[in-house]
């Protein structure tokens, strides 16, 4: 049984990529990190040694601190947090349990630069639609929940990447876009990539990628869920003027769509119901 201040794997694990996943913090130390630089799902890290110091940024937030072994560093640093105002938790076992257990792990390497204010910053093109929704979103559910999109003119997507220091993606000819010939069966959207490269490999998200690369390349004989998916972006993008109040207004839809994919793919609607009078 964990204490009241530990969260297990499994409890954890339910509440990554969901609106209520609490921040995660990584203190493992430097020589632990190196032998494996991946990270849980949108977590940060942060130096042990400087608890005192940065705790109080997490005032009010519900946290889980992951040291190597889930010991001495994940529950000094909680009790700081605990300290400076925060519902902070350590992980029982630690970042070796997370990844005995086989749950989700992000390849750090390939993350982009973060700004001054620890953010990673991406553009693509104005007006998204599938691809531009589903991406942001499993960047700020999985990846960096603070990330800022900068949607813009198409032709000006190269030079805003440049001048502002932000990672292009879902344009042609870049590393974060779709993959393969247009025509080929094994054509694959940027949102695959980023699962891809991210190390994001779960049953969940390779089934959501399949709705997504169906409603994005007009394959809908590949998922039948992806002809609500469409419907349903291409409504959202005539609702809003704004594509940043259109990415706030979708987040809740592809919430709706992960958690279907992760938890309710054997659940049927018939009417009447069950034991029901027709």
């Known amino acids: 049984m964990p204490s009241p201040t530990e969260i297990t794997v499994a409890q954890l694990s339910r509440l990554v990529g969901t609106p209520d996943a609490p921040v995660i913090l990584d203190v493992r130390i430097n020589e632990d990190f190196d032998a494996d630089p991946r990270i849980l799902p949108a977590s940060r890290r942060h130096d042990f040694h400087d608890a005192a110091d940065w705790a109080s940024r997490y005032s009010g937030q519900k946290v889980v601190v992951s040291c190597q072994k889930g010991l001495k560093l994940s529950q000094g640093a909680a009790a700081w947090l605990r300290h400076a105002g ?59 929940p603070h990330a800022v999109f900068l949607f813009v003119a198409p032709a000006e ?10 990672t292009p993606f879902d344009i042609d000819g870049i590393f974060w876009s779709h993959r393969g010939e247009a025509a080929a069966p094994d054509h694959t959207c940027t949102f695959d990539t980023m699962i891809a490269e991210f190390g994001l490999v779960s049953p969940a998200l390779n089934r959501l990628a399949t709705i997504v690369r169906a409603a994005d390349i007009a394959r809908p004989d590949l998922a039948p869920q992806a002809a609500g998916l469409l419907a349903a972006s291409l409504g959202l993008s005539r ?30 609607h018939t009417w009447p119901a069950t034991g029901g009078k027709a």
């Open 157 to 166: 997507v190269p030079a805003v990447a440049d001048r502002f220091g932000a």
């Open 239 to 268: 609702m809003f003027r704004d594509d940043l109040a259109q990415l706030d207004a979708a987040m809740v839809l592809y919430d709706a769509f992960y958690r279907w994919c992760r938890d309710a793919t054997d659940e049927a």
């Open 86 to 144: 925060a519902e902070a938790f350590s992980l029982e076992g630690g970042f070796e349990a997370w990844r005995a257990a086989g749950e989700l792990l992000v390849t750090i390497q390939i993350l982009p630069p973060r700004d001054a204010l620890g953010r990673t910053i991406w553009v693509t093109r104005a007006r998204p639609k599938i691809d531009r929704i589903a991406c942001p979103w499993l960047i700020r559910r999985f990846i960096d």
